[in-house]
């Protein structure tokens, strides 16, 4: 079993940063990609960003250029960095990881990030 925990969630106004933090601990072995997923209400969970445990980083168009996903030298825990926030990044974040040669991947338990004024 892999646990993730994840903090730095909250309320920002427009225009503000948060960074997110997420812990991995447990049978991490052979873990490869962490990132961030989203979820509003009433949609879909969605890719936010990704990192790989070799620095390959991935993300959604229109947080390319404001978010930044990184990782601590020992690959255990990943942050996502966000910059210049708007309302419509409003989202329940959630971290997730995946492993060479695990049969599933681990999600954390979310955390609230609410963008208003």
């Known amino acids: 079993q892999v646990q993730l925990v994840e903090s730095g969630g909250g309320l920002v106004q427009p225009g503000g940063s948060l960074r997110l933090s997420c812990a991995a601990s447990?049978?991490?072995?052979?873990?490869?990609?962490m990132g961030w997923y989203r979820q509003a209400p009433g949609k879909e969970r969605e890719l936010v960003a990704t990192i790989t445990s070799g620095g390959t980083t991935n993300y959604k168009d229109s947080v390319k250029g404001r978010f930044t996903i990184s990782r601590d030298n020992a690959k255990t825990t990943v942050y996502l960095q966000m910059n210049s926030l708007k309302p419509e990044d409003t989202a329940v974040y959630y971290c997730?990881?995946?492993?060479?040669?695990?049969?599933?991947?681990?999600w954390g338990q979310g955390t609230q990030v609410t963008v208003s004024s």
């Open positions: 447990g049978s991490i072995f052979g873990m490869n990609a």
């Open positions: 997730n990881a995946e492993g060479f040669f695990w049969p599933r991947g681990y």
